[in-house]
């Protein structure tokens, strides 16, 4: 019997019987039997360049060997966090941003909600103070996170968490409006693409019209680019593809493709204003690791991977093929795709997984009742046919 308590997992049936795996290579995984799978949830959406590279490997030990991480708190710094820090500037879609660096998306997001209602009352607005999220979003598992998301069972037996949220529809601009006409709305938050919610794009000129919203309503528009961030649509972040420049975004998982936990904030001089050049003063909040010179490392060489395989252009020259190939799927009823991510609803997800296990593929269920489709962009197109020839099979 394990005495490893799995995250998101029933341990009455989990206990003694998990699938342990060893090793991977590119879009494929090996467990300690030797058998083959192909990775289609790309892990927890984080696998960007693939498994098994050394590259990663090799930027990790040398910089444990120079200096594994030290404090990032007051004026302390290290080479790759700061190096980081300028080229995640230069990436994003708005100009001049500075980058708060965090561990996971988790607390990028409660790092973002923070920043937001300081910065509200740095300015002399402490009235807005609520954050507008919706439904099917998934922002993570802090406090913030849990209540700024819109999937009821993730809030179930908790209490409330943290007060000031209030959730919209998905796709319902004319919603959001109603909202931001109070006057005491801080922000808007959501996915380019929503994940965990079940793989949903936005409609036609969603996007543009909930950051006119905001503009006009004085609210500040956060992005939460955790799953769509580092080439996953087509473009380094989803706010490009979508032709909208936030406020501040929240980052993680593509950062390092997983290699090593790293999160953090992209923050625009508009929140930036009165820290780094009022009189707002310091920001009290941190972590441990905010700044790991270790994970910023690994995180340079990830990005030098992208750009030198030109990751970010193969994404755009697969999704055509990518979104045909599993909206031939029989039995599928419904495939939303964006970029290469996308969600295949099916009857019996849980049955489809488990038979799509038995048949060499690794994936899992979102939103209930589709597959969490989001293999490494490494991926061939021969590999991208053999996954909807499986996930066929294993639907009919």
């Known amino acids: 019997m394990t005495h490893f308590w799995h995250p998101f ?8 019987h998990e699938l342990v795996l060893d090793r991977g290579e590119g879009v494929w995984i090996y467990d300690t039997e030797g058998n083959r799978y192909l990775d289609a949830s790309g892990s927890l959406w984080y696998a960007n360049v693939g498994h098994g590279r ?17 404090s990032a708190y007051d004026r ?25 660096f965090t561990t996971a998306g988790s607390d990028a997001i409660e790092s973002a909600v ?3 209602r300081r910065y509200w009352t740095a300015t002399g607005r402490p009235e807005k103070h609520v954050i507008v999220a919706r439904e099917r979003a998934y922002h993570g598992v802090s406090g913030y996170g849990v209540s700024l998301g819109g999937i009821p069972a993730n809030r179930e037996g908790f209490g409330e968490l943290a007060p000031g949220i209030e959730h919209v529809p998905y796709g319902d601009t004319d919603a959001v409006a109603e909202l931001l006409r109070r006057g005491d709305v801080a922000a808007f938050i959501g996915e380019p693409v929503i994940g965990a919610g079940g793989v949903y794009p936005p409609p036609d000129g969603y996007w543009p019209a909930v950051e006119r919203l905001c503009r006009e309503h004085d609210v500040l528009l956060v992005l939460d680019e955790v799953i769509t961030g580092f080439g996953r649509l087509g473009e380094w972040f989803g706010a490009q593809r979508y032709g909208i420049e936030p406020d501040l975004f929240t980052f993680a998982k593509g950062i390092t493709s997983g290699y090593v936990p790293l999160g953090g904030v992209v923050v625009g001089q508009r929140v930036q204003e009165p820290f780094w050049r009022g009189d707002a003063g310091m920001f009290r909040h941190g972590y441990t690791y905010s700044g790991h010179a270790t994970a910023a490392a690994v995180a340079l060489a990830n990005l030098d991977i992208i750009e030198r395989e030109g990751l ?9 093929a990518f979104a045909a190939k599993l909206r031939s799927i029989d039995g599928a009823v ?15 997800v849980d049955g489809v997984i488990a038979r799509l296990r038995d048949g060499g593929v690794l994936t899992r269920a979102v939103g209930g009742h589709s597959l969490q489709i989001c293999p490494p962009l490494v991926i061939t197109e021969d590999e991208i046919d053999l996954l909807a020839e499986r996930i066929g099979a294993a639907v009919a």
């Open 334 to 348: 419904e495939v939303r795709t964006a970029g290469l991510v996308a969600g295949v609803q099916v009857e019996d």
């Open 76 to 100: 302390l710094a290290t080479r790759p966090v700061l190096e980081l820090a300028d080229r995640l500037s230069a990436l994003a879609p708005m100009s001049d941003a500075a980058v708060f």
């Open 54 to 70: 050394r590259e990663l490997a090799d930027a990790a030990a040398a910089q444990l060997a120079r200096l594994e991480a030290y």
């Open 312 to 320: 970010v252009q193969r994404v755009k020259e697969l999704e055509p």
């Open 9 to 16: 997992a029933d341990m009455k049936q989990v206990a003694g």
């Open 114 to 116: 923070k920043l937001v």
